[in-house]
């Protein structure tokens, strides 16, 4: 491995993100390296040209992030991933972004099939694009996920059937494609789940008889597909969730274009960690980043658990939408129930923390119900789905107003709660971007709630 700095790196300033970097191309590495070096919270500590320079730099270095090529020496197939897998064994905490000239999906397949949390695929043509690299690089450094559209598009888009199936086999395929679980499958066809695979291996077995020498890696897709989806279906993961739940099977359905807007009525939660940046400032950026991680997983389940969406995590900021990208009737209590379960989560992870010496995150959660727009914005280099207006702007705003531990609603979530909790009201609060007082209630614990902090925690 070439290090980029001789000895041991020096000590990490805060916020600053290490990278290792991997490609057997010198030309492409050093633009790379580039890229990233513009950027003042981005460091490239070591560069790799195989598979066995990535583990010893990872060894050496102890990056934050791996950046990697898939195809290096030794065999020139699919090191760069193998690599990333054997770092993440030995280095939890390290996040991983693939570059690849192939748009093929069975690369991302096998890298996200035990999960999505701290990993990015990109595609070469397209990283010199923006800040397409960067943003990928800082979003795994804190557990987050980063797909190129291209990737994404192709992994929930159906998979094209082959002729001489059934329709009832048609079916069966095009439910495999969408990515639905064996097990969902099971309980809508009311058979075991054993059986329902002998089923999709018997429609792959099919379509193989139909298959020329020149679709051979399409049927190789398809069984990539097959294998992730029962791997994710064992760890609660599907494709799905690689786009706010539900989202992939909307596009899909109906077809919707970049800039197509809608209109929801829906409740937002925002969380937020208080004191943070006091947290970062006397934290390791590594041990903070798996903290973020830990976080994230906590709150992804708390708020799936309820059927919302997770819009996005930025930072220590949390986003869900509870109405959207598929309407719900109880959607106010449904955020109210994801927010309580955010706090117990977190209390419990606190309460480990506390044991190895770590600090506490306080989350400050703030809860609003109203219309929204909801659209799929960007380009094709880059996409999101993402709901916009007062009701998004009035959950900020009312986060800000909660401690941690405590919960925050609005007015409107309050009165759209068929069974309202117990709360208070707080004083008429004038918030930015609002010419009138906004009327808003604090949740009042339960004694036995475990939400957020404990008392003696609280700031």
Same mark, same amino acid.
């Given at each position: 491995? *070439?290090?980029? %700095?001789?000895?041991?790196?020096?000590?990490?300033?805060?916020?600053?993100?290490?990278?290792?970097?991997?490609?057997?191309?010198?030309?492409?590495?050093?633009?790379?390296?580039?890229?990233?070096?513009?950027?003042?919270?981005?460091?490239?500590?070591?560069?790799?040209? %195989?598979?066995?320079?990535?583990?010893?730099?990872?060894?050496?270095?102890?990056?934050?992030?791996?950046?990697? @090529?898939?195809?290096?020496?030794?065999?020139?197939?699919?090191?760069?991933? *193998?690599?990333?897998?054997?770092?993440?064994?030995?280095?939890?905490?390290?996040?991983?972004?693939?570059?690849?000239?192939?748009? *093929?999906?069975?690369?991302?397949?096998?890298?996200?099939?035990?999960?999505?949390?701290?990993?990015?695929? /990109?595609?070469?043509?397209?990283?010199?694009?923006? %800040?397409? #690299?960067? *943003?990928?690089?800082?979003?795994?450094?804190?557990?987050?996920?980063?797909?190129?559209?291209?990737?994404? @598009?192709?992994?929930?888009?159906?998979?094209?059937?082959?002729?001489?199936?059934?329709?009832?086999?048609?079916?069966?395929?095009?439910?495999?494609?969408?990515?639905?679980?064996?097990?969902?499958?099971?309980?809508?066809?009311?058979?075991?789940?054993?059986?329902?695979?002998?089923?999709?291996?018997?429609?792959?077995?099919?379509?193989?008889?139909?298959?020329?020498?020149?679709?051979?890696?399409?049927?190789?897709?398809?069984?990539?597909?097959?294998?992730?989806?029962?791997?994710?279906?064992?760890?609660?993961?599907?494709?799905?969730?690689?786009?706010?739940?539900?989202?992939?099977?909307? /596009?899909?359905?109906?077809?919707?274009?970049?800039?197509?807007?809608?209109?929801?009525?829906?409740?937002?939660?925002?969380?937020?960690?208080?004191?943070?940046?006091?947290?970062?400032?006397?934290?390791?950026?590594?041990?903070?980043?798996?903290?973020?991680?830990?976080?994230?997983?906590?709150?992804?389940?708390?708020?799936?658990?309820?059927?919302?969406?997770?819009?996005?995590?930025?930072?220590?900021?949390?986003?869900?939408?509870?109405?959207?990208?598929?309407?719900?009737?109880?959607?106010?209590?449904?955020?109210?129930?994801?927010?309580?379960?955010?706090?117990?989560?977190?209390?419990?992870?606190?309460?480990?923390?506390?044991?190895?010496?770590?600090?506490?995150?306080?989350?400050?959660?703030?809860?609003?119900?109203?219309?929204?727009?909801?659209?799929?914005?960007?380009?094709?280099?880059?996409?999101?789905?993402?709901?916009?207006? %007062?009701?998004?702007?009035?959950?900020?705003?009312?986060?800000?107003?909660?401690?941690?531990?405590?919960?925050?609603?609005?007015?409107?979530?309050?009165?759209? #709660?068929?069974?309202?909790?117990?709360?208070?009201?707080?004083?008429?609060?004038?918030?930015?971007?609002?010419?009138?007082?906004?009327?808003?209630?604090?949740?009042?614990?339960?004694?036995?709630?475990?939400?957020?902090?404990?008392?003696?925690?609280?700031?």
């Amino acid at each position: 491995m *070439d290090s980029s %700095d001789s000895g041991s790196p020096p000590a990490v300033a805060t916020g600053t993100i290490d990278v290792l970097l991997a490609d057997d191309n010198l030309i492409v590495r050093e633009g790379v390296r580039a890229l990233i070096a513009r950027h003042p919270d981005l460091r490239v500590v070591g560069v790799a040209a %195989d598979y066995d320079e990535v583990i010893a730099g990872a060894m050496t270095c102890e990056p934050h992030v791996l950046v990697t @090529d898939i195809r290096m020496p030794p065999s020139f197939s699919r090191e760069g991933i *193998d690599a990333a897998k054997e770092v993440r064994k030995r280095h939890p905490g390290t996040g991983v972004v693939i570059l690849s000239q192939y748009d *093929d999906p069975e690369y991302a397949v096998s890298l996200l099939a035990e999960g999505s949390a701290g990993y990015g695929y /990109l595609l070469k043509d397209h990283i010199a694009e923006g %800040d397409q #690299l960067v *943003d990928a690089i800082r979003a795994v450094a804190t557990g987050g996920t980063a797909l190129d559209p291209a990737i994404v @598009d192709a992994l929930v888009r159906p998979v094209a059937t082959q002729g001489g199936l059934t329709p009832a086999e048609e079916e069966l395929l095009n439910m495999v494609a969408e990515g639905k679980p064996i097990k969902a499958i099971a309980v809508a066809r009311n058979l075991p789940a054993e059986a329902i695979s002998s089923e999709v291996e018997a429609v792959f077995v099919k379509l193989a008889e139909g298959v020329s020498s020149g679709t051979k890696g399409a049927l190789q897709r398809l069984r990539l597909l097959h294998k992730a989806i029962v791997d994710r279906e064992e760890q609660g993961e599907t494709l799905s969730r690689l786009l706010p739940g539900g989202l992939a099977e909307k /596009l899909r359905r109906d077809g919707r274009h970049i800039g197509e807007t809608e209109k929801v009525v829906i409740t937002v939660l925002m969380s937020d960690i208080r004191a943070y940046s006091t947290i970062a400032e006397h934290a390791d950026p590594s041990q903070l980043a798996g903290q973020l991680n830990i976080h994230r997983a906590a709150m992804n389940d708390a708020i799936l658990g309820e059927n919302g969406t997770v819009m996005q995590f930025v930072g220590d900021a949390v986003m869900a939408v509870f109405g959207a990208p598929f309407a719900q009737d109880d959607h106010a209590e449904r955020s109210v129930a994801a927010a309580l379960s955010m706090h117990a989560k977190q209390h419990e992870i606190n309460a480990r923390w506390a044991e190895e010496g770590l600090p506490a995150f306080g989350l400050g959660l703030g809860l609003s119900t109203g219309e929204a727009a909801a659209a799929l914005l960007g380009s094709e280099e880059r996409l999101e789905y993402t709901v916009v207006g %007062d009701t998004v702007n009035l959950s900020q705003r009312l986060q800000q107003l909660a401690e941690a531990g405590e919960t925050v609603l609005s007015e409107a979530t309050l009165h759209a #709660l068929e069974t309202p909790p117990a709360t208070f009201a707080l004083p008429p609060q004038l918030v930015k971007g609002r010419d009138t007082p906004v009327i808003a209630y604090k949740l009042i614990d339960s004694p036995d709630s475990g939400t957020g902090l404990a008392p003696s925690e609280r700031q």
